[in-house]
């Protein structure tokens, strides 16, 4: 019985269609198509637990209904799920009781019905594949810029492929005035990425600010490095926008690296946007100042806070609501001949003022001021000492929220040292610390001692090695205890650096130090010994040496020679020059 041919052209080229048209990869379909035929297939049997097999490999696609064999007095047998052992032998004669047996479906026993059914289903699971797949690639994308070509043109909205999908640009995202033709390279933002039963949706838009937003950061390379920042923006599509930027370098100017060179960068959005003027202007932290940037042209003389009396609509209630979101509204003072400048053509420029600012600003002028009988440089002071408290409460905001996040990373860090297991052993970490440092002072003192030889006098030498004799039994004895000790050693640190001069000026110190290393030494034993010994030997006095008067006298004359020689006694050396050169060094 032959099956459905996988490698028919025609089948060949449906898969070439939906992966060319659809965008729906070949296996995919087949998964559809596999599942497809067996919900099929149960219908057509009437029986939705019925077991089908669809096997798909080779060149030709097969339908198997799986039966299970079982006793010829099953009291509960079911021709859709069992098939007798009489009749399963008639199939294959080894099976038994509990196998399970497969008989081909032919597809012409399904019915045309049945395979429409089929054909829906399949139809179904590739728009919600395909809608499932839209939506997870372009919802990443929102506010992002992209190109497209103009596929349809109607009174209401613009369809535009955008490379995988076809988005949707209504009236009201569309620049007014603007005229588009199908075939038509347009650039817009992806505004809003949505998912109903129907399908995935892309919003376009020219007409939202982030357009434009978007275009200075394509042409202005110190707004994509980062350097220059959009701070806020408002927009009246195909009329005005006002953009406040800042800069992170005071060495760059916010509104030149904008406006470009003989005001190219500008022009290339203001080309695109089909005429519509654009003001850029300094973005500061002051919303007083803010206000009057954002008014330009308008010269503003003064800025404070909207009240009862100013604004009858406002009630206390509005105004502790507002403060508490730091949005008090807010009466902006002009002169009585700049009225119509601050407002605007139809009040677009006071509405874009208060898009770009999110501040109710209500406009007035210097005689509408004197007619309430308020006085502005009062209103102003007060103002700006509320603006103070306002700065100094956000910056405690901020420095506490800094202080949560720092003791927070501490925890983590310190729940991520308690759970981090080093693998050391504590026996051997103890052994470390009671041998380790021993070592490191011996072969520091080893190394001392190498650098000194060739420097140190014949004179320091030979006292540093009498005294070594004198006091190695003291050292021996010492060793011993300590080492009887059962606690732990501390660390030693290693001695500071001392020049040559400062050894050999201090010898008591470089003798400790020396017999610190001494003990370690393997002739520190025979020392040792021949010390005991002479101490044993009992001296008569007919080995002293005799001298004779004038021979003392020699001697003591010899020695003081020695010691007023000496470059010790030397005033003219300036022994903390020669440090400083060895620190140097």
């Excluded at 081909?104 to 179904?124: H, P, W």
């Excluded at 006085?375 to 700006?384: G, H, K, N, T």
């Amino acid at each position: 019985m032959s099956g459905i041919n996988l490698k028919s052209k025609a089948f060949l080229e449906s898969l070439r269609l939906f992966e060319d048209e659809k965008k729906v990869d070949p296996q995919f379909v087949l998964e559809i198509l596999e599942e497809a035929i067996i919900k099929t297939y149960q219908k057509h049997l009437d029986a939705p637990e019925a077991r089908v097999r669809v096997d798909m490999n080779g060149s030709a696609m097969h339908v198997y209904h799986q039966l299970e064999v079982v006793d010829d007095e099953c009291e509960t047998f079911d021709d859709t799920l069992d098939i007798l052992l009489e009749e399963a032998k008639t199939i294959n004669p080894d099976v038994q009781i509990g196998d399970t047996v497969e008989i081909e479906v032919d597809f012409k026993e399904i019915g045309r019905t049945s395979i429409n059914v089929a054909k829906q289903m399949l139809k179904q699971k590739i728009k919600e594949h395909e809608k499932e797949r839209v939506y997870d690639e372009y919802h990443d994308k929102e506010t992002e810029l992209i190109n497209g070509i103009v596929k349809t043109v109607e009174d209401k909205f613009v369809l535009i492929d955008i490379k995988n999908t076809i988005g949707i640009m209504l009236k009201n995202e569309q620049i007014p005035g603007e005229t588009y033709r199908e075939g038509q390279s347009i650039r817009t933002i992806i505004k809003e990425v949505s998912k109903n039963s129907k399908g995935s949706q892309v919003v376009l838009s020219r007409a939202d600010s982030l357009f434009v937003k978007r275009l200075f950061e394509k042409e202005v390379p110190e707004i994509a490095q980062g350097i220059v920042e959009i701070k806020a923006i408002a927009r009246e599509a195909g009329e005005r926008t006002k953009m406040a930027v800042y800069s992170r370098n005071d060495d760059v100017d916010p509104i030149g690296a904008c406006i470009g060179p003989r005001g190219s960068r500008v022009q290339a959005v203001i080309s695109e946007v089909k005429g519509e003027k654009i003001d850029v202007f300094q973005w500061n932290d002051d919303i007083g100042e803010l206000v009057k940037n954002s008014l330009s042209p308008a010269e503003v003389k003064a800025c404070f806070y909207s009240n009862p009396t100013i604004d009858p609509s406002l009630t206390m209630e509005d105004i502790e609501k507002a403060a508490r979101r730091y949005k008090r509204p807010l009466c902006v003072v002009v002169d009585d001949d700049k009225l119509s400048v601050a407002i605007g053509k139809k009040g677009k420029n006071a509405k874009l003022a208060v898009k770009l600012t999110d501040r109710k600003i209500d406009i007035k002028t210097v005689s509408d001021m004197e007619a309430l009988g308020i006085d502005i440089d009062e209103e102003v002071a007060m103002f700006r000492a509320d603006q103070a408290r306002i700065a100094k409460e956000k910056e405690a905001e901020r420095f506490q929220k800094l202080q949560e996040e720092a003791l927070r990373k501490n925890e983590e860090f310190e729940k991520s040292l308690q759970e981090y297991d080093t693998g050391f052993d504590e026996e051997a970490i103890e052994e470390m610390d009671t041998v380790a440092p021993i070592e490191e002072e011996v072969t520091h003192v080893e190394l001392i001692e190498e650098e000194n030889k060739e420097e140190i006098p014949v004179e320091a030498e030979a006292a540093v090695s009498t005294a070594s004799e004198e006091k190695a039994e003291e050292a021996v004895e010492e060793t011993k205890e300590t080492e009887k000790k059962p606690a732990r050693k501390p660390l030693v640190p290693k001695p500071e650096y001392k020049s040559k001069f400062e050894e050999y000026a201090n010898a008591s110190k470089k003798e400790e130090t020396v017999v610190k290393k001494k003990r370690k030494n393997k002739g520190d034993d025979d020392r040792r010994v021949r010390a005991e010994d002479l101490q044993k030997k009992d001296y008569s006095e007919e080995f002293k040496p005799v001298y004779s008067d004038e021979e003392l006298e020699e001697i003591e004359e010899m020695e003081a020679a020695l010691e007023e020689n000496s470059w010790i006694n030397d005033d003219e050396i300036d022994f903390d020059e020669y440090d400083d050169y060895y620190e140097e060094d």
